[in-house]
Nanobody
Framework: QVQLVESGGGLVQAGGSLRLSCAAS????????MGWFRQAPGKAREFVAA????????DYTDSVKGRFSISRDNAKNTVYLQMNNLKPADTAIYYC????????????????????WGQGTQVTVSS
């Protein structure tokens, strides 16, 4: 069982930056592939970024490539999402997710791949 708690959301002007954190409980954090998803008002939840267990592979949705960066610190049981050059279209609730995986280099981009979810953190980007 893994519990995930996101933090770092807030209100920022377009062009600004935020870093989201997701702290995981438990001693097996390194056994999980991690992902970030987001859900804007009136829209379905969508994939944002994913990171393999080993940090050796990442994947991003096209709209955030070059602006967002996912990373993890297994010693701190934490995954991060650095978001730069934010746009109003990035406004959403951001969720982190964890998938138990035997594979060091797999990344997972479908929300139904994931086993555990955080409660979400709101990101609002003003124009």
């Amino acid at each position: 069982q893994v519990q995930l708690v996101e933090s770092g959301g807030g209100l920022v002007q377009a062009g600004g930056s935020l870093r989201l954190s997701c702290a995981a409980s438990g001693r097996t954090f390194s056994s999980y592939g991690m992902g970030w998803f987001r859900q804007a008002p009136g829209k379905a939840r969508e994939f944002v970024a994913a990171l393999s267990r080993s940090s050796g592979r990442t994947d991003y949705t096209d709209s955030v490539k070059g602006r967002f960066s996912i990373s993890r610190d297994n010693a701190k049981n934490t995954v991060y999402l650095q978001m730069n050059n934010l746009k109003p279209a990035d406004t959403a609730i951001y969720y982190c997710a964890a998938k138990a995986s035997p594979y060091l280099y797999n990344v997972y981009t479908r929300d139904d791949d994931y086993d555990y979810w955080g409660q979400g953190t709101q990101v609002t980007v003003s124009s």
